[in-house]
């Protein structure tokens, strides 16, 4: 199993910037690719950035150019820096991982709000 814990969602002014932290823990002997993902009111869940072990990473076009996703093997961790932020960017920011345990699952964590304002 794989637990999930974000960190560093908030409040803040269109323009600012926040930067998301996601631990992972548990029993896995590794994990594969982590990312993140952001649910707004009344809409579906969408990916917002990937990287693979290697650090190959994956972002979304609404996103590109503003938003840098990072991770620290070592520390089993999963960094989103957001930059130059919307108020469309408002919504809650998942955590994903795939864990092997040795089977590969998807986990996810709790969710961590972020609002922006105008």
Sequence with gaps: ?????????????????????CAASGSFFRLGVMGWYRQAPEKQRELVATITGG????????????FTISRDNAKNAVYLQMNS?????????????????????VYWGQGTQVTVSS
């Design 1 to 21: 199993q794989v637990q999930l814990v974000e960190s560093g969602g908030g409040l803040v002014q269109a323009g600012g910037s926040l930067r998301l932290s």
């Design 55 to 66: 650090g190959r990473t994956t972002y979304a076009d609404s996103v590109k150019g503003r």
């Design 85 to 105: 932020l919307k108020p469309e960017d408002t919504a809650v920011y998942y955590c994903n991982a795939e864990g092997f345990t040795p089977y590969k699952s």
